[in-house]
């Protein structure tokens, strides 16, 4: 059901290809550590809750983001 007709649409704060160190705080349940930028919801494999990372936006959607981790 909707209110009034209204759709609020989140825009990403995110871009593909940049870059932001990140601290994982916890992991979904495919196994990948979730960060947040800008309180925008990043799943980053191979990582684990408590990790910081430096990561690169491989992917974005409507509601979630894919990143990798920046080995430097």
């Known amino acids: 059901m ?6 609020r649409e989140i825009s990403s704060p ?3 290809g940049d870059t932001y160190d990140v ?5 979904g349940r495919e ?3 979730i960060a947040r930028v ?12 408590g990790d910081s990372v430096k990561i690169r936006v491989t992917k974005v959607s409507r509601r979630v983001g894919f990143a990798e981790v920046v080995v430097e």
């Open 2 to 7: 909707r209110y009034g007709g209204e759709r």
């Open 14 to 16: 995110l871009n593909v």
């Open 23 to 27: 601290k994982i705080e916890d992991v």
């Open 31 to 33: 196994g990948d550590g």
């Open 38 to 49: 800008e309180g925008f919801v990043v799943f980053v494999p191979n990582t684990k809750k």
